[in-house]
C-alpha cells in the first residue's frame, strides 16, 4: 500500500466489485469485502508509505474523504476488527481473488503484478495475524468456508460483541447448527446461553458441537 490515495482507490473498486457481484451471493461477497476493507486498513496503518501523516485519525479521515453508504466510521472500524478477529478467511478469500474479475483490473491501478497481488496475505501484518487462526480457542470455531456459506456479515457484527473467543465460537457453532436468524442470535447472546450451558468448562463437548457444525 504506497499512500492515502491509493488506500482509498483501493477500497472504492473493492465497493464496486463486490457490489456487482453481490446479486449472485449477496452475504458471502459482502463479508468478504468488508475483511478486505479491513485488510487494507490494517496494512495502510501498519505499512503505508504516509500513515504518520494520518495515525489515529486515518478512519475519520477515510469517512469525511469517501462519503458513500456502508463507509461510515462506525463500518470501517467494524470492518477491521472484524479482519483483526478473523484472520483464518484469508485463505478462503485469497482461493476467491485469484478466479475473480477483480484481480487484473485491481492489480493495474495499484501497478502491481497479479502474482503480487495475490501473495497479499504475506504482509508482515498477515503474517502477523496467522498465529492467533493456531491459538487453542481456534480450534473450536467451524472452518472459515462453513462461516461464509451459512452466516451473513449481520451475524459475524453480532459475534463480533463477543470478546471471549470461545464463546464467539460458540454461538458461530449454534447459528450454523440452528439455523439462526440474527434476530435469534441477538436473543440468545443477550440470554447468557453460552454461559448457561457451562460449556467454557467443557471443551469435549463444544468440539462435538463443532464437528457437527462442520460435517452438515
Known amino acids: ?32 469485502r468488508n475483511w478486505l476493507f479491513g485488510f487494507y486498513i490494517v496494512e495502510f496503518q501498519q505499512n503505508g508509505a ?21 463507509f461510515s466510521f462506525r463500518n470501517l472500524k467494524l470492518y477491521r476488527q472484524f479482519y483483526l478477529a478473523y484472520p483464518q478467511f484469508a485463505n478462503p478469500i485469497a482461493d476467491y481473488l485469484r478466479t475473480s474479475a477483480i484481480v487484473q483490473p485491481l492489480a493495474a491501478q495499484l501497478q502491481l503484478p497479479e502474482n503480487q497481488l495475490l501473495e497479499i496475505w504475506q504482509t508482515p501484518s498477515a503474517k502477523s495475524l ?7 480457542s481456534a480450534q473450536f470455531s467451524p472452518p472459515a468456508e462453513k462461516i461464509l456459506n ?9 459475534l463480533l460483541t463477543c470478546e471471549n473467543p470461545l464463546q464467539r465460537a460458540f454461538y458461530e457453532i449454534e447459528s450454523i447448527r440452528g439455523g439462526w436468524s440474527k434476530r435469534e442470535l441477538k436473543r440468545q447472546i443477550e440470554s447468557l446461553l453460552f454461559e448457561r450451558t457451562g460449556l467454557s468448562s467443557d471443551k469435549e463437548e463444544l468440539l462435538r458441537r463443532t464437528h457437527q457444525a462442520t460435517t452438515r
Open 1 to 32: 500500500m504506497t499512500d492515502f490515495s491509493t488506500l482509498q482507490s483501493t477500497l472504492h473498486t473493492l465497493d464496486h466489485h463486490f457490489k456487482l457481484e453481490a446479486g449472485k451471493s449477496v452475504n458471502r461477497l459482502l463479508t468478504m
Open 50 to 70: 504516509d500513515r504518520a501523516a494520518y495515525g489515529e485519525r486515518l478512519i475519520s479521515e477515510l469517512t469525511k474523504r469517501m462519503k458513500t453508504a456502508g
Open 130 to 136: 496467522e498465529s492467533i487462526g493456531q491459538t487453542s
Open 150 to 158: 451459512k452466516l451473513s456479515f449481520s451475524h459475524i457484527s453480532l
